[in-house]
């Protein structure tokens, strides 16, 4: 599985929203600013992540996007299926709505079908189990750690 630019961007988004020292509401330029992100992209995956409940949006000067609710709740697999869709290797793999692949004879008899599913019930079952705090936990370690490897020198 590889994730889409847009995921990728909804995770850095959330994240950036979900920080602690996070302001309440943060405006679209800043989000692109902080994550390094083209401003365009990122209101079509803001805009996807709001439809979804993820974020809310206020309009107005001191306007912007925040976290609706708190970051224990959002997993990565809500984020992931909010901007791309359902999380499924083949279209014949998807639970929701499975599309038979041109060269499978039927849904119920294919062997490769049933072996997708599994695969794609892994996949979920990891996607859905790390939340947006552990993702901001991670991130926070990753910053520190950058930051005392930069402190570090030799004479």
Known sequence: MKLSKKSEYALRALVC???PEAPAMLSIQEIA?????????LEQ?????????????VRGKAGGYALRGEPGTVSLGDIVRAVDGPVAPLPCA???APVKCA?????????LRSLMLEVSDA???????????EMCRRAEESRRSQSTQALMYEI
């Open 17 to 19: 929203l979900a920080s």
């Open 33 to 41: 600013r902080r994550e390094r992100a083209p401003k365009k992209f």
């Open 45 to 57: 995956v803001l805009l996807a992540l709001n439809k979804a409940g993820i974020v809310q949006s």
């Open 94 to 96: 998807n639970h929701d």
């Open 103 to 111: 060269a499978c004879p039927s849904l119920e008899h294919c062997w």
């Open 123 to 133: 996949v979920k079952a990891v996607l859905d189990h790390v939340t947006l705090a």
